[in-house]
């Protein structure tokens, strides 16, 4: 569920990947990363694949084929809210 008090595009000074963990649904760890429902479409099994990249950005892909900005929308975030802030840590998997 979306914060009503997060601005589209605002930083929550929170780790990127619980931003976007956060607004999911049905989420599960998996060895590299997490799984869960796309936002950006009716997914009854989840197919949206949640990772960190090396550089503590969040990498996201849905698997029937939603594009990046289609699922952000759907989440109310925009790329930016996808890196991690200068001296901040990002969270393993």
Same mark, same amino acid.
């Given at each position: ?10 930083? #929550?000074? *929170? @780790? $990127?990947?619980?931003? &976007?963990?956060?607004?999911? *649904? ?10 869960? #429902? #796309?936002? +950006?479409? *009716?997914?009854? =099994? ?7 990249? @090396? @550089? ?5 892909h849905c698997h029937a084929g939603c594009s990046l900005e @289609? &699922? ?5 975030? =925009?790329? +930016?809210?996808?890196? &991690?802030?200068?001296?901040?840590? $990002?969270? $393993? $998997?």
């Open positions: 569920m979306i914060d009503p008090s997060h601005q589209e595009g605002e930083k #929550c000074g *929170e @780790d $990127p990947v619980e931003r &976007v963990l956060d607004r999911l *649904e049905r989420v599960r760890v998996g060895a590299s990363g997490w799984t869960a #429902c #796309c936002p +950006a479409h *009716e997914d009854g =099994t989840p197919s949206l694949s949640i990772s960190v990249g @090396d @550089d503590g950005r969040v990498l996201i @289609d &699922v952000l929308t759907a989440l109310g975030l =925009t790329a +930016a809210d996808l890196f &991690v802030e200068q001296g901040a840590e $990002p969270t $393993p $998997p």
